[in-house]
């Protein structure tokens, strides 16, 4: 199973909390457990995060009567266990960034799954002029840097002057893929004797001395 099938079933999951009867929060553990520092022994965890829980609004004064300084206690159940424990906590926010979020994982399962599937047809992509793939992995700013810079080397040889809007609207973080998509759509521009309008940048014929879309002239 992989670990992000393994964090949706676990948030599939119901446990209570006992102090305060809260659903409890299934959370992602830090990579480094702030006790001893040797790790949690498990990928996740539920946690009660409900601030006005009993053991979290008591917990202030006997962390601050027991240890001297600021801190309370939040209930926590490992995956599998029947009893839960107290974890001690340093502030109301520890922890709120840990919550898992199936519906994001799996956005993010498919959207690495269609990457893969436009990386396996780069091969073959020019051949049967299909320019779907490139504009797959070209527009996606997650992608693999790699797989990207292949696509942008692609686009020239496939020469499809469907890929300029798309390209052109689209704001890459990457200068230099930026740079070798652009001298790609010049090359694709040439190739088919074409130019972009200055003014409205609608593509026309590479002669034209008047824009047929704007009227501007050249």
């Known amino acids: 199973m992989l670990a992000s099938d393994y964090y949706i079933k676990c948030a599939a999951e119901e446990h209570f909390c006992p102090h305060c009867n809260t ?31 009993k053991l979290f609004v008591n917990g202030w004064k006997q962390c601050s009567e027991q240890y001297g300084h600021s801190a309370s206690c939040r209930y926590a ?9 107290t974890m001690m906590v340093g502030s109301r926010e520890a922890f709120t960034g840990c919550e898992i979020d199936p519906d994001a ?24 002029k299909n320019l779907a793939p490139l504009l797959t992995l070209l527009l996606d700013e997650s992608a693999d840097r ?16 469907a890929c300029i809007d798309p390209l052109r609207n689209h704001a890459f973080r990457t200068t230099d893929l930026e740079q070798k998509v652009n001298m790609a ?21 590479a002669q034209a001395k008047v824009c047929k879309h704007c009227g501007a002239e050249f």
């Not at 520092?37 to 601030?51: A, M, P, R």
């Open 23 to 53: 659903k409890l929060s299934c959370c992602q553990c830090p990579p480094i457990h702030v006790g001893d520092g040797l790790g949690w022994g498990t990928e996740v965890f539920f946690i009660c995060l409900n601030d006005e829980c």
């Open 77 to 85: 159940l490992l995956p599998g266990e029947k009893d839960g424990i």
């Open 105 to 128: 994982i799996r956005e993010k399962n498919a959207r690495h799954q269609t990457e893969q599937e436009a990386v396996a047809k780069l091969d073959t992509c020019v051949a049967e």
């Open 146 to 161: 790699e797989a990207r810079n292949r696509a942008g080397d692609l686009l020239v040889a496939l020469n499809d002057p």
């Open 185 to 205: 759509i010049t090359a694709i521009l040439t190739a088919n004797f074409s130019k972009e309008c200055p003014k409205c940048t609608e593509i026309v014929k």
